[in-house]
């Protein structure tokens, strides 16, 4: 059964402390994996999306990298304003539906 | 350039009551996506639009129901609501591409909070 992983559940960060935050998945066959992050109450805000493993992408402090088995959300010397949960979501093959995973919330100190 | 946008915001309704919910696409888009978020959980699949056409189902009743229309907007229908129907619904529209839409980013609309009482 297709599946995602985040990991930790929540995490607590001082400004500048520099951190990564994990998706593992399992799906059979994969099309596309995609970062997203929410704020509370709000609908998922686009980051990244990846489609093959090596592949990375960069966003001001935001890098996500892609492996064949998970992928990792790498946050350098956040800021208070980066305070949200993340969410990582997998495009299987054959199919048009995202799989989320239940998002990393993170909280920045100033 | 406009975003997805959802209708209404916030909604309260009863059990056993139906519910119809709104969206527009992204400009340029032509797919339509619903997903059901519970408090402290991940968007859940309910069902994709394209073409007018219901083209894929998640794990959810008969009791959702949808609609396309011809420049692309969506509804959302719930019948005889449940408790366990309260949650966040969000629509996520994309373009099909050459991929015919199974390569193309999703974008989120800000949601509508529905509470069954």
């Known amino acids: 059964e297709d599946q995602v992983t985040q990991s930790p559940e929540a995490l607590r960060l001082q400004e500048g402390e520099s951190s990564s935050l994990n998706c593992s998945y399992t799906v059979s066959g994969l099309r596309g994996l995609f970062w997203y992050r929410q704020d509370p109450g709000k609908g998922p805000e686009f980051l990244f999306t990846l489609y093959s493993a090596g592949e990375e992408k960069e966003k001001e402090r935001l890098k996500a990298t892609l492996t064949k088995k998970e992928s990792f959300l790498h946050i350098t010397a956040p800021k208070p304003e980066d305070s949200a949960t993340y969410l990582c979501?997998?495009?299987?093959?054959?199919?048009?539906?995202?799989?989320f995973g239940t998002g990393t919330r993170l909280k920045v100190l100033a | 350039d406009a975003g997805v946008t959802q209708s209404p915001t916030h909604l309260i309704k009863t059990r056993g009551q139906q519910v119809t919910l709104r969206c527009s696409p992204k400009?340029?888009?032509?797919?339509v996506s619903w997903y059901q978020q519970a408090l402290g959980q991940g968007p859940q699949f309910i069902f994709q639009?394209?073409?007018?056409?219901?083209?894929q189902r998640g794990n959810f009743p008969d009791r959702f129901s949808g609609h396309q229309f011809p420049n692309y907007s969506s509804e959302l229908n719930v019948n005889a609501l449940l408790l366990g129907d309260s949650a966040l619904y969000l629509c996520?529209?994309?373009?099909?591409?050459?991929?015919?839409?199974?390569?193309?980013?999703?974008?989120f609309g800000p949601g509508t909070r529905l509470l069954v009482l």
């Open positions: 996520a529209s994309s373009w099909a591409g050459p991929s015919g839409g199974l390569q193309e980013t999703q974008y």
């Open positions: 639009y394209y073409e007018e056409e219901e083209r």
């Open positions: 979501a997998v495009q299987a093959s054959g199919t048009y539906k995202y799989i």
């Open positions: 400009s340029g888009h032509d797919t």
